[in-house]
């Protein structure tokens, strides 16, 4: 079983759309968590990141983490065909300076907003 | 923009051939990783430095190796290029420490192996 799976869809959705896009994960020790976007042949860009379980709000996207189903997720509100791209979930435990540290990629979720 | 350049932005090989890849952290970083990302795939952990030394390092092969210099800056060596070497290569500063978790990537090298 692979530390973090998800679903690389492709997902196909209206201009306007809410999208949801999921995350799962096994190892315990993971406390922080990401979201990356990333165009075709570019570098990820970071959208949002959060330590802890509950909600993240930032403009139409909201991260959500669920640490006792090990479960994370962002949704994108209204969403508009410039958010087509792939989604990356990372993840990781917390780090200090010196320690060993690296994220755990998903293997990302292919997005369409159709206009 | 996040401040991390990556040089060059394509390049081509032959099976055999050695490659350096370059990386300009952001400023005030001082941790450095380095990922490959195959087609359709996630980034995968290559290496990661922090102040100079190496700092741990993902399921490669020792032809992988890499450098950080005093400026936070860093190299990526590849030896002996195979086929499946070809990919997007990742590179991700990130501030090291307690805020050290969030990474901020390059746009990358494309390297293709013929």
């Known amino acids: 079983q692979k530390e973090v799976e998800q679903d690389p869809g492709p997902l196909s959705v209206p201009e306007g759309a809410i999208v949801s896009l999921n995350c799962t994960y096994s190892?315990?020790?993971?406390?922080?968590f990401m979201w990356y976007r990333q165009y075709s042949r570019k570098g990820p860009e970071l959208l949002m990141y959060?330590?802890s379980s509950g909600n993240k709000e930032d403009g139409r996207f909201t991260a959500q983490v669920d640490k006792s189903s090990k479960y994370i997720s962002l949704f994108i509100r209204d969403s508009q065909p410039s958010d087509s791209a792939t989604y990356l979930c990372?993840?990781?435990?917390?780090?200090?300076?010196?320690?060993?540290?690296?994220?755990?990629w998903g293997l990302g979720t292919s997005l369409a907003v159709n206009p | 923009e996040t401040g991390v350049t990556q040089s060059p932005t394509h390049l081509i090989k032959t099976r055999g051939q050695q490659v350096t890849l370059r990386c300009s952290s952001q400023?005030?970083?001082?941790?450095v990783s380095w990922y490959q990302q195959a087609l359709g795939q996630g980034p995968q952990f290559i290496f990661q430095?922090?102040?100079?030394?190496?700092?741990g390092r993902g399921n490669f092969p020792p032809r992988f190796s890499g450098l950080q210099f005093p400026n936070y800056s860093s190299e990526l060596n590849v030896n002996a290029l195979e086929l499946d070497d070809s990919a997007l290569y990742l590179c991700?500063?990130?501030?090291?420490?307690?805020?050290?978790?969030?990474?901020?990537f390059g746009p990358g090298t494309r390297l293709t192996v013929l």
């Open positions: 430095y922090y102040r100079e030394e190496e700092n």
């Open positions: 959060t330590y």
């Open positions: 190892n315990s020790a993971f406390q922080y």
């Open positions: 991700a500063s990130s501030l090291g420490g307690a805020h050290g978790d969030t990474q901020y």
């Open positions: 990372a993840m990781g435990p917390l780090a200090s300076a010196g320690n060993n540290r690296k994220l755990i």
């Open positions: 400023s005030g970083h001082n941790t």
